[in-house]
């Protein structure tokens, strides 16, 4: 099966100095993988140079495949097709402007949606999300929604797009329980949708799911909702696997203190994760 996304020896560097030091990993369609690690570790830094959002002091190298097409980490400025992000605050993503649906119809409409499927397609989207009246929320503005529900939004819109890959940075740090529980579904639904071709096309290639890379610190998120983790010390991937390994025999000294800190243990992993 070929990735969704592809990272092979990713090292971003300031002044000649590497903050991610030859990073390399891989998501297939449909799985959702955490990128845990402390503050300051390179999370961030990693989501940045994927989505071509660097700082325009910081350069990278390694080679970067999004959707089996390769893309140049040099490049910045410009959306990256392929790959959408959520991020911790979803206000600064939205138009506080233009209604909800309007926004969200744009992308179905450049898809080739007439007018009314691009509509029908947009309500479906919202509810989908698990977002509860969807024309009400078609024509609200984002500073009427909770941030819960405005994640939910984003992770609708990366499903608009197409996207065969999302990254979700801290989707949930901000929300309380009930709303991040909600959000981490959204995500699982992001990774058993179809996403990965542009166009609303019936060739084979449609049908394969969407990738989530989940970045946190927070371990019990991750175990909520992902499939495997990754763990970055200091700008280096120190240690890779299935979640319930990680958790259950955690080789690295700073997996080890998030496990201890967590306090989970594999019975509260959710069946699906355990696959
Ligand atoms: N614009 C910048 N200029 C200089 N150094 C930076 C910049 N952004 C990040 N860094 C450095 O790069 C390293 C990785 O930062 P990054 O923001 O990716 O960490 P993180 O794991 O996302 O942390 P957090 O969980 O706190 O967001 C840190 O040492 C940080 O100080």
Do not use: W
């Not at 958790?247 to 019975?267: K, N, P």
């Amino acid at each position: 099966m070929r990735p969704a996304l592809l990272v092979q020896d990713l090292t971003v560097s300031l002044r000649g100095r590497a903050l991610i030091d030859g990073v390399s990993f891989a998501l297939d369609p449909g799985q959702r993988v955490a990128l845990l690690g402390a503050s300051g570790s390179g999370k961030s830094l990693t989501a940045a140079a994927l989505l071509g959002q660097l700082p325009a002091a910081m350069s990278a190298s390694g080679r970067l495949q999004i959707n089996g097409v390769d893309v140049r980490l040099s490049s910045r400025g410009t959306k990256r097709d392929g790959i959408a992000a959520i991020h911790q605050d979803p206000v600064s993503a939205l138009n506080p402007l233009v209604r909800l649906g309007k926004q969200l119809e744009i992308p179905l409409r450049h898809a080739g949606l007439s007018a009314s499927m691009a509509r029908q397609r947009a309500l479906e989207l919202i509810a989908s999300v698990g977002i509860a009246e969807a024309e009400r929320t078609m024509e609200s503005f984002s500073g009427e929604l909770s941030g819960g529900q405005l994640q939910r939004l984003c992770i609708a819109f990366a499903l608009a797009c197409r996207s065969a890959v999302l990254v979700a940075d801290e989707p949930t740090s901000a929300l309380d329980m009930v709303s991040q529980a909600k959000v981490l579904d959204a995500l699982s639904l992001y990774s058993t949708s179809a996403v990965s071709t542009s166009a609303y096309s019936t060739s084979a290639d449609s049908t394969a799911a969407g990738a989530v890379l989940v970045i946190t610190h927070d371990l019990a998120v991750a175990a909520a909702c992902c499939h495997r983790a990754l763990v970055l010390v200091s700008g280096r991937l120190v240690e890779e696997g299935p979640m319930e390994s990680l958790v259950e025999r955690a080789s690295h000294r700073y997996t080890q203190q998030l496990v201890e800190a967590a306090h989970i243990g594999f019975d509260s992993l959710p069946r699906e994760a355990t696959v």
